[in-house]
């Protein structure tokens, strides 16, 4: 049944089956690239609520655990922050895009951002409570402030040599 049906154009459903946003997962299927991830996640029996597809070497503790709390502190398009308590080891699973550039740090450590479930994020957590940080942070930027920062030096060179070159030149026919 629509949960919104007041607008003759529009009608919004809820779906009960959607993944929250973040989730703690105790089972991992580790995979060596893109395609078999892909394959991986396409298979019948995956379980994203439970498992995630890593696009690593990775192993986990089957230990079943107690369920695990996430709670959101901060998040922005480039900057989350959240509380994670775990009672085993396990993989914070981000239903947000992976993409080269995101940096992330367990507890001030800094931790890696792998692949999971071909397009999204994780993190591995030991067992305890845990801050996770991740900030975006992408190469190209970097690369794109250093290139312009030195394309405004040459052409500040270049002006100020062209108004002393003038002001020489002035002076030399006087």
Do not use: C, K
């Not at 703690?24 to 078999?36: I, P, T």
């Not at 079943?64 to 922005?76: G, K, M, S, V």
């Not at 994780?122 to 801050?131: D, R, S, T, Y």
Request: hydrophobic share 45%.
């Amino acid at each position: 049944a629509p949960v919104f049906d007041a607008d003759p154009t529009l009608v919004v459903y809820l779906n009960r089956a959607a993944l929250p946003r973040a989730l703690v997962v105790h089972r991992v299927v580790s995979v060596s690239d893109h395609e078999a991830a892909w394959d991986a996640v396409m298979a019948p029996g995956f379980d994203p609520e439970h498992e995630a597809v890593i696009e690593a070497s990775v192993t986990l503790d089957t230990t079943p655990p107690a369920p695990a709390t996430i709670q959101f502190d901060r998040h922005t398009p480039n900057e989350l922050q959240l509380r994670v308590a775990t009672s085993a080891e396990s993989y914070l699973v981000l239903s947000e895009v992976w993409y080269p550039g995101w940096q992330a740090w367990v507890d001030g450590a800094p931790a890696p951002v792998l692949r999971a479930n071909y397009a999204f994020r994780a993190i591995h957590l030991p067992p305890g409570e845990h801050v996770v940080q991740m900030t975006f942070a992408p190469v190209s930027g970097t690369i794109g402030l250093i290139s312009s920062g030195m394309l405004g030096l040459t052409v500040a060179g270049f002006l100020l040599w062209h108004r002393l070159h003038r002001s020489v030149s002035g002076s030399a026919r006087e």
